[in-house]
């Protein structure tokens, strides 16, 4: 139900300018869903919704890349990649990230939100960062990348 309701959030917001709480909670019970102040605020904080101005001026929920080149949650997680990640090493096509103690899913987050077409994808344990990468010869550029978001040579 939660995954249904959130989805009728996203589809909501980007057909009308929804300015407050009340507002998504009245629109979500007209569509037949009974929620409740809380969840819905407790949606908008699970989708990473942002306040944006409206072409008339005033607040609307948006989704947090709806007509922006940045990603919010992007940066936060680049942010925490560049403060918990310690080694960079590869292996064939394979990066191998290390983390500080417990910091590896927030930081592979952050790699998978770079969308870097190279990467088939990650896969993150407590310290350590599997990164699939579609062909050798495209680890040096990724792990130049790397290791320059965390200021290493």
């Given at each position: 139900?939660?995954?249904?309701?959130?989805?009728?959030?996203?589809?909501?917001?980007?057909?009308?300018?929804?300015?407050?709480?009340?507002?998504?909670?009245?629109?979500?019970?007209?569509?037949?869903?009974?929620?409740?102040?809380?969840?819905?605020?407790?949606?908008?904080?699970?989708?990473?919704?942002?306040?944006?101005?409206?072409?008339?001026?005033?607040?609307?929920?948006?989704?947090?890349?709806?007509?922006t080149a940045v990603n919010p949650a992007a940066e936060r997680f680049v942010k925490i990649f560049k403060n918990t990640l310690v080694n960079v090493t590869s292996s064939?096509?394979?990066?191998?990230?290390?983390?500080?103690?417990?910091?590896?899913?927030?930081?592979?987050?952050?790699?998978?939100?770079?969308?870097?077409?190279?990467?088939?994808?990650?896969?993150?344990?407590?310290?350590?960062?599997?990164?699939?990468?579609?062909?050798?010869?495209?680890?040096?550029?990724?792990?130049?990348?790397?290791?320059?978001?965390?200021?290493?040579?």
């Amino acid at each position: 139900m939660r995954y249904s309701r959130q989805d009728k959030i996203l589809e909501l917001i980007e057909k009308y300018e929804i300015e407050t709480q009340e507002m998504l909670a009245n629109l979500l019970k007209d569509n037949g869903y009974n929620v409740t102040q809380a969840t819905v605020s407790r949606d908008i904080k699970e989708l990473q919704l942002v306040k944006t101005l409206s072409s008339g001026g005033k607040s609307k929920y948006a989704a947090p890349y709806a007509g922006t080149a940045v990603n919010p949650a992007a940066e936060r997680f680049v942010k925490i990649f560049k403060n918990t990640l310690v080694n960079v090493t590869s292996s064939g096509n394979i990066i191998v990230l290390k983390t500080l103690t417990g910091c590896a899913s927030a930081a592979a987050e952050a790699v998978d939100s770079l969308d870097l077409s190279s990467i088939v994808g990650s896969i993150a344990g407590d310290n350590t960062i599997f990164v699939l990468v579609d062909k050798e010869a495209n680890v040096p550029e990724l792990l130049k990348k790397f290791k320059g978001l965390i200021g290493a040579r």
